[in-house]
């Protein structure tokens, strides 16, 4: 660090300037002033003698009443409520083993099922591999993850394929109120459910996984860009499959099978707020 700067005063010339009001973002970096202009410290912010300062690398974002700075990558960090998908890694005779992606595995306890689960029966529900949509329940001081599978749209996922998105693109294959994810799943057909650990778990057909999972990879690479959801739906509709009549018709929305689309939160449609905590996620019984 050059003489004369100090850790949370760095201002890169840009202590007076703001978000493009043309939807251009602005990179900050951690310690770099940031300009409140009113709005009270978010996520990824700190406040330090009355001034605002961004505490990790990321696009700075305005959200009414909160300044915030959204991350361009990072691990993911569990948070009450939080809904994700975890891949069993062992089974003992009360609980199973799951890694959610986080620092530390997470236990998934016999009572959080919605199965009348007997001690020493573990395995005749899930087996190592299997993938579950499960709510984060609690964070306890010494690094013990709780989750559970007893909620609305939580359990075990039957087939389909797993892939990963960073978890801070998340909120971006999401879109303003599910609008992306939305415009995904009516042009591809494929039904998917949305972890906010970056897990994205994809059922279909062959075509529709692989065009979902194509859609992912531009969503990692171009996430920090503006006019994403356009950019995707005109890659869906430039690859949508033809028949000898012309280009096939989508498939209407919810005509994808029992499971619906999940969604792990609703967020603007440029990625700038943070995931909610509810994911729509098939819990069918075990056999």
């Not at 605002?52 to 991350?71: D, E, F, K, M, T």
């Not at 609008?179 to 494929?190: C, E, F, K, V, W």
């Not at 279909?204 to 692989?210: K, L, Q, S, V």
């Not at 999940?262 to 819990?283: I, Q």
């Amino acid at each position: 660090m050059s003489r004369g700067h100090r850790p949370g005063h760095r201002r890169r010339g840009r202590g007076e300037s703001s978000p493009s009001p043309s939807g251009e973002r602005v990179l900050v970096l951690p310690g770099e002033e940031i300009p409140a202009h009113g709005l009270k410290p978010g996520p990824g912010t700190y406040r330090l003698g009355g001034k605002v300062y961004a505490s990790i690398v990321g696009l700075l974002a305005s959200r009414p009443p909160l300044l915030q700075v959204i991350p361009l990558s990072g691990r993911y960090i569990p948070r009450p409520d939080d809904v994700v998908i975890g891949i069993v890694t062992d089974v003992q005779s009360t609980f199973w083993l799951l890694d959610i992606s986080a620092p530390r595995w997470a236990p998934l306890h016999m009572t959080g099922t919605p199965w009348p689960v007997d001690i020493g029966e573990t395995d005749r529900y899930l087996h190592v591999g299997d993938a579950v949509v499960v709510r984060v329940e609690s964070l306890e001081a010494t690094g013990r993850i709780g989750v559970t599978m007893n909620g609305e749209r939580l359990g075990k996922l039957e087939g389909g394929t797993i892939v990963h998105l960073s978890p801070a693109r998340v909120p971006r294959l999401v879109g303003r109120g599910g609008s992306m994810i939305q415009t995904i799943t009516r042009l591809t057909g494929a039904e998917i459910a949305v972890g906010q650990n970056g897990r994205i778990w994809i059922g279909g057909t062959p075509d529709g996984i692989h065009r979902v999972s194509e859609v992912l990879n531009l969503i990692e690479e171009n996430g920090q860009r503006p006019g994403l959801t356009e950019r995707v739906e005109s890659y869906l509709l430039a690859t949508a499959p033809t028949s000898e009549g012309g280009p096939e018709a989508p498939p209407p929305e919810g005509d994808g099978g029992e499971r619906a689309p999940s969604v792990a939160g609703e967020d603007e449609e440029e990625g700038e707020s943070e995931t909610s905590d509810e994911v729509d996620g098939p819990g069918p019984e075990p056999e």
